[in-house]
């Protein structure tokens, strides 16, 4: 599977932005769509997840603020990010994880400036 990452910038706190990441190949592989982000000098971490039942996840410091969706048409999972603050800057990837092994799209960079 190749996944290609889109939707990056910059952005003013307070603002949205909304990734999209498209996904290509073994698609009926995939169990679980992610995204990941990591920020300067920091380890990547989870942000949301989507199973392909619609389960979602996120972690607690985007809940509310968050929204990840998944498109079966289009092969697409998009990050609908609202109330930006600077600590949601970072690189943003998205990730698949399929049976027996998983794919990383490229990264996208999101900076929220204050």
């Known amino acids: 599977v190749q996944l290609q990452a889109s939707g990056g910038g910059l952005v003013q706190a307070g603002g949205s932005l909304r990734l999209s990441c498209k996904a290509w190949g073994s698609i009926n592989n995939i169990n679980l769509l992610e995204w990941h982000r990591q920020a300067p000098g920091k380890q990547r971490e989870l942000v949301a997840s989507?199973?392909?039942?619609?389960?979602?996840n996120y972690r607690d410091s985007v809940k509310g603020r968050f929204i990840i969706s998944r498109d079966t048409a289009n092969n697409t999972v998009d990050l609908q990010m609202n109330s930006l603050i600077p600590e949601d800057t970072g690189v943003y990837y998205c990730?698949?994880?399929?049976?027996?092994?998983?794919?990383w799209g490229q990264g996208t960079l999101v900076t929220v400036s204050s």
């Open positions: 989507i199973t392909m039942g619609g389960r979602t």
């Open positions: 990730h698949a994880v399929l049976i027996g092994s998983d794919s």
